[in-house]
């Protein structure tokens, strides 16, 4: 059959409903974006255009619409992004967040990965932990004392993080050599993640648009290089649920090149070296 090409208002119109579903904000320049990677699903389905492919889409069919959305989330990602952001999160995050749970006289603390895609996010928190348990610098505290959930609304990027086996690429992508050898084992082409770490990350998918009430509270959260795909809108009312999702003194953390600040004025800015991370303001 011959592949369609998608119009101006077939784009348009499909643009609509991924950010109603997602979030996702795309703006004009994006078009070829969804042309690209939607194409092999609109041939799938049978479909003679993206006019009735968007029809098909919106009828509510479940697993046309998950398919959708694995397509078009960004899963770019890699162990341990941002390197000298890590060292503020072992010497700065992680000793305050065990100060305040001891102060509140909590054994369990608790972290969020929002948007985890494939996992390589929260495993860095867990190869973080089991490190610095190894060097004991958790003041009393284990790595299991750890809860860390990781949620991202791609069902295909889950099953991948749950997996917790990587392909060279996967594994090329920031991962110290240190680590590769104490946490993975080889079988076959892929790297399998040791189930120290495994077990210390819980993974659930979850839509940033829904409340998150359900997921819990929290003393870190982790929604890095995620703003930059939402709308001003979405952006304000992600990072409000996020400041309410937080345990009293806990922290909010994002990419290096998002400013949170400019769309919820609740959050005080904290520096360390060149990390940046946010807590809600008292009072």
């Not at 101006?8 to 974006?33: H, M, N, P, V």
């Not at 996992?119 to 610095?132: A, T, V």
Request: with cysteine; aromatic share 10%.
């Amino acid at each position: 059959m011959n592949v369609p090409v998608l119009a101006d208002d077939e784009f348009k119109r499909l643009r609509t409903l991924i950010q109603s579903w997602c979030g996702i904000a795309l703006e004009d320049s994006k078009k070829y974006l969804v042309e690209s990677r939607l194409r092999d699903v609109v041939i799938e389905t049978g479909c003679a255009s993206y006019g009735e492919f968007y029809d098909k889409a919106r009828a509510g069919d479940v697993s046309l619409r998950d398919r959708i959305i694995d397509d078009m989330t960004t899963n770019e990602t890699s162990w341990f992004r941002d390197g000298p952001f890590w060292k503020t999160v072992r010497e700065v995050i992680i000793p305050e967040a065990i100060s305040v749970a001891r102060a509140d006289g909590r054994d369990r603390i608790s972290i969020w990965s929002a948007a985890c895609s494939t996992g390589q996010e929260p495993y860095s928190i867990g190869i973080l932990l089991r490190e610095m348990e190894r060097a004991h610098e958790l003041d009393g505290y284990r790595a299991e004392s750890f809860e860390i959930l990781a949620t991202d609304i791609s069902r295909a990027a889950i099953s991948i993080a749950e997996a917790g086996r990587y392909d060279p690429i996967s594994m090329s992508r920031g991962l110290d050599p240190r680590y590769r050898e104490r946490f993975f084992a080889k079988s076959g082409h892929v790297s399998c993640l040791s189930e120290d770490v495994k077990k210390l990350v819980r993974f659930k998918r979850a839509n940033l648009l829904d409340p998150f009430g359900a997921l819990g509270r929290f003393d870190v959260v982790f929604m890095r290089n995620v703003l930059i795909y939402f709308s001003s809108a979405c952006k304000s009312s992600i990072l409000a649920k996020a400041g309410r999702a937080l345990h009293e003194e806990g922290s909010v953390v994002v990419g290096a090149t998002e400013t949170p600040e400019l769309y919820f004025d609740a959050f005080e800015v904290f520096r360390h070296d060149r990390s940046t991370f946010y807590r809600v303001k008292e009072g």
